[in-house]
T-cell receptor
Framework: AQKVTQTQTSISVMEKTTVTMDCVYE???????LFWYKQTASGEIVFLIR??????ENATVGHYSLNFQKPKSSIGLIITATQIEDSAVYFC?????????????FGSGTQLTVMP | EAGVTQSPRYAVLQEGQAVSFWCDPI?????LYWYQQPRDQGPQLLVY????????NSQLPSDRFSAVRPKGTNSTLKIQSAKQGDTATYLC????????????FGPGTRLTVL
């Protein structure tokens, strides 16, 4: 069965620093896709970045990057040079590639607060 | 490009009342998803469609919930007799069927059942 776990309930950091949010996943599928989404205070959910399981290189988009450790079933999100507007809830999600299902399994989220 | 739109944004009901949520996906997206997000939890899939066909509704509480997408574009999710446990945000998302895998979410409908 698929499962996504985010153990960090909340994190507070100072502006302009780097933060890492943890995520571990469980799947029996050899092919899968991992995603990070951000949910703002207004409730809007925004796609940030994706990692395909067959790719060894860590994905990077703007000031978001991933730390993909496949043997540990771990996909951490790294935000560099944090800004106040990065304050939000961050969700890790997974979709299996071989099952034919397009369902996303989400973790419970990590609340990030960036302080001035 | 317009994003996923949903209406209404908020709904407040008494137990036993019915409610419908409407979703308009991103133009050209053939796959449409409905998620339920209880407070302080991640979204959980209820049902999804490819064009007008239901692909997976195994997590839809079928006795009270129904969803349709008759022309493969807009979709409606209906709760026949709401319960307090249905209090949550209902999110619609869409994606293309090939290539790009990301799902794009609408603003959601925040439902409160009293």
């Amino acid at each position: 069965a698929q499962k996504v776990t985010q153990t960090q309930t909340s994190i507070s950091v100072m502006e302009k620093t780097t933060v890492t949010m943890d995520c571990v996943y469980e799947t029996q599928d050899s092919s899968y896709f991992l995603f990070w989404y951000k949910q703002t205070a207004s409730g809007e959910i925004v796609f940030l970045i994706r990692q395909d399981s067959y790719k060894k290189e860590n994905a990077t988009v703007g000031h978001y990057s991933l730390n993909f450790q496949k043997p540990k079933s771990s996909i951490g999100l790294i935000i560099t040079a944090t800004q106040i507007e990065d304050s939000a809830v961050y969700f890790c999600a997974m979709r299996e590639g071989s099952s034919g299902s397009w369902q996303l399994i989400f973790g419970s989220g990590t609340q990030l607060t960036v302080m001035p | 490009e317009a994003g996923v739109t949903q209406s209404p944004r908020y709904a407040v009901l008494q137990e036993g009342q019915a409610v419908s949520f409407w979703c308009d996906p991103i133009s050209g997206h053939d796959t449409l998803y409905w998620y339920q997000q209880p407070r302080d939890q991640g979204p959980q899939l209820l049902v999804y469609f490819r064009d007008e066909a239901v692909i997976d509704n195994s997590q839809l509480p079928s006795d009270r919930f129904s969803a349709v997408r008759p022309k493969g574009t807009n979709s409606t999710l209906k709760i026949q007799s709401a319960k307090q446990g249905d209090t949550a945000t209902y999110l619609c998302a869409s994606s293309t069927g090939t290539g790009v895998y990301e799902q794009y979410f609408g603003p959601g409908t925040r439902l409160t059942v009293l």
